[in-house]
């Protein structure tokens, strides 16, 4: 617990620190958001902070985790876990991972900085860059995850054998959870917000499977111990990176993470779902994310069929910003629902 403290702690610190770095360069090199034009007339003042912020809490992330993993080389486990030794592969998948899904937000967003457009990469190609790093986190999972093409089923202690149609179940939900994670980046903070506390969620699962509380569904110890520790480690870092972001995103928002940040946060939240072996989980920690793609598809298919919108404006985030709701109070209501439905997550895998 104390490591992955001083993890957690390691991430945020860089984070705070890469901020002071990062944020300047990105003035400098005017790499400003261009704010659409359909979005809220108030957030036109927006236009210009920079954007592609999600270096900061991803630098954070990898140099936090690798400091982790030397530590570990170096010193042994005697005092962490009570002893369990820690593999450092499925940190080492997950996070290789969400820099695939970041590397095509990058991507993205270098279209936008620099050639103005703000939609950047069209919907063809950032789907087919997408499917693929989902494609080879499919395959990893399939072949080398603990669970390998079997899932838990929440709040039972049964486990569910998928056989070949593990493959589709997988890719929908990396390619579904990214992309959510991606429309709910949309205020100051709110991604982060919800991501950060979402993070808390898989650092506790990752060390519930490790068995230091007995594993799910009361499970036997020493089960995939070493394996699902490694996982605990990258989770501390992400949550610790999101909060040293939160210092320069939060709002009045000094940076914004851009599609750097949101697909990294999206593959990494989808990843580790699935590298515990419980992709049913994100209905629960995931509610939030769901409920902004949801919005999304309803207004879209109901505007095509009968002209009318149900909502004042989506992704969710905005219909509420419309009913007079502040950015804050949004990103307040959100995260708070966010924390009610991780507790409520725990439960269902204890």
């Not at 993890?7 to 705070?16: G, H, M, N, P, R």
């Not at 860059?129 to 202690?157: C, G, H, N, R």
């Not at 056989?163 to 390619?175: A, E, N, R, S, T």
Request: proline fraction near 3%.
């Amino acid at each position: 617990m104390t490591a992955l403290i001083l993890c957690a702690a390691a991430a945020f610190v860089l984070a705070a620190l890469f901020g002071v770095i990062f944020i300047p360069i990105l003035h400098r090199l005017k790499f400003g958001q261009e704010i659409r034009e359909i979005g809220p007339s108030w957030h036109k003042n927006k236009s210009g902070t920079p954007t592609m912020g999600g270096i900061i809490f991803i630098a954070a992330i990898i140099v936090a985790v690798v400091l982790c993993r030397c530590a570990f080389r170096l010193f042994g486990a005697d005092t962490v876990f009570g002893g369990v030794n820690i593999d450092f592969s499925q940190a080492a998948a997950v996070l290789l991972t969400s820099l695939g899904f970041g590397a095509v937000g990058f991507i993205d967003d270098y279209i936008k900085v620099v050639k103005k457009r703000n939609l950047g990469l069209n919907e063809k190609q950032k789907f087919l860059a997408q499917a693929v790093v989902a494609v080879l986190f499919t395959v990893w999972a399939y072949f080398y995850a603990p669970m390998k093409s079997e899932i838990f089923i929440p709040f039972t202690d049964k486990t569910l054998h998928l056989g070949i149609l593990y493959i589709p179940l997988v890719l929908f939900v990396m390619l579904g959870g990214v992309n959510s994670v991606n429309l709910t980046d949309g205020l100051d903070g709110l991604a982060a917000s919800v991501t950060a506390i979402v993070s808390l969620f898989f650092c506790a699962a990752f060390m519930l499977a490790a068995n230091l509380f007995g594993g799910f569904g009361g499970g036997e110890a020493g089960l995939f111990s070493e394996s699902y520790a490694g996982g605990a480690f990258f989770a501390a870092a992400l949550f610790g990176g999101l909060l040293g972001f939160l210092l320069y995103n939060k709002y009045p928002a000094k940076v914004f993470m851009g599609d750097t940040g949101s697909l990294f946060l999206g593959g990494a939240v989808a990843s580790m779902a699935v590298a515990l072996g419980n992709p049913l989980i994100l209905i629960l920690v995931g509610f939030v994310y769901i409920c902004e793609t949801l919005s999304v598809i309803i207004q879209v298919t109901v505007y095509k069929k009968t002209g009318k919108r149900v909502f004042k404006m989506s992704p969710l985030h905005h219909h509420f910003e419309m009913c007079g709701w502040s950015e804050r109070k949004v990103v307040a209501v959100f995260t708070l629902v966010t924390v009610i439905l991780c507790i409520a997550a725990y439960f269902a895998i204890v």
